[in-house]
């Protein structure tokens, strides 16, 4: 359980997240996915990234349990700084998949949601299952963020409107967009994302690690500095007592689904 690293054939690094059952992160786990993203691409006999999943889906953002456990829990220091391990664990990750100095293939199945947002926006090649979905809830978790990485997958309009009412789109609808490369069943997710990456790693790793630099450099955003600006704002709704208030409505709103369903 956690990050992992494995060989994907010659060239190729798989990285899986496996943080059941619905993949949301501890803030560790940010941290160490960066890492892994970083090691495979100072590996030199690595030429391209796949990042994947274990488990219902490809990530459900924050584990907003833990954040509210330590909010609970711990002093007015722990409090906040279970915010920030989460918010630099998130942008850490982002940056590393965006510098990696290889391709990144993101493999995505099921829903893709908060900070999964910002792993595939930043990536190079988006490879999906057909049950795949995409969406940004945090308006309705009293967060921002990742608005930045949802507008490199659709249109200006399109994000806004996504991004205020927390609504998903799907993997189809993205290939449409041409934001995903690819829509394929779920049980052929992996060895569609394996093609795409072995194709890569058939090149030159020399020309490939220059053409991600130069791939980068011509970027019109700069994805660092505008996601540290909308985190600023999750801050400010922290400390307003805001996002205390929504986090507890949405974890009694869960309570009460599962006693249902019991």
């Not at 994907?8 to 992160?25: K, L, Q």
């Not at 906040?80 to 100095?101: K, M, T, W």
């Not at 490879?127 to 921002?144: N, Y």
Request: aromatic share 6%; glycine share 10%; charged share 20%.
């Amino acid at each position: 359980m956690g990050i992992s690293s494995s060989p994907g054939g010659p060239g190729v690094s798989v990285i899986t997240i496996d943080y059941p059952p619905v993949n949301a992160f501890p803030a560790r786990g940010w941290f160490d996915l960066a890492d892994a993203v970083r090691s495979a691409g100072r590996d030199q006999s690595v030429r391209a990234v796949v990042i994947r999943a274990e488990n219902r889906g490809f990530c459900a953002g924050v584990d907003i349990k833990e954040i509210q456990r330590n909010v609970r829990n711990g002093a007015a220091s722990a409090k906040h700084q279970s915010l920030i391990d989460h918010n630099r664990g998130c942008a850490e990750v982002f940056s590393a998949v965006y510098d990696c100095q290889v391709p990144v293939v993101a493999a995505v199945q099921g829903f893709c949601l908060g900070g999964g947002i910002g792993i595939v926006g930043n990536s190079d090649i988006v490879v999906a299952a057909d049950d795949a979905t995409f969406g940004l809830p945090e308006v309705d978790r009293g967060a921002l963020g990742a608005a930045t990485h949802l507008s490199r997958l659709v249109p200006q309009h399109l994000m806004r409107a996504l991004f205020f009412t927390a609504k998903t789109i799907t993997a189809t609808e993205l290939h449409h967009y041409g934001s995903v490369y690819r829509v394929v069943p779920r049980a052929e997710l992996d060895s569609a994302a394996l093609e795409v990456t072995a194709e890569i790693a058939a090149k030159d790793g020399r020309v490939i690690r220059a053409a991600k630099e130069a791939l980068n450099g011509i970027d019109l955003q700069n994805v660092h500095r505008s996601y540290r600006f909308e985190q600023g704002f999750t801050f400010e709704l922290n400390l307003s007592g805001a996002a205390d208030e929504i986090r507890d409505r949405f974890e009694s709103d869960l309570a009460k689904q599962r006693t249902q369903k019991a």
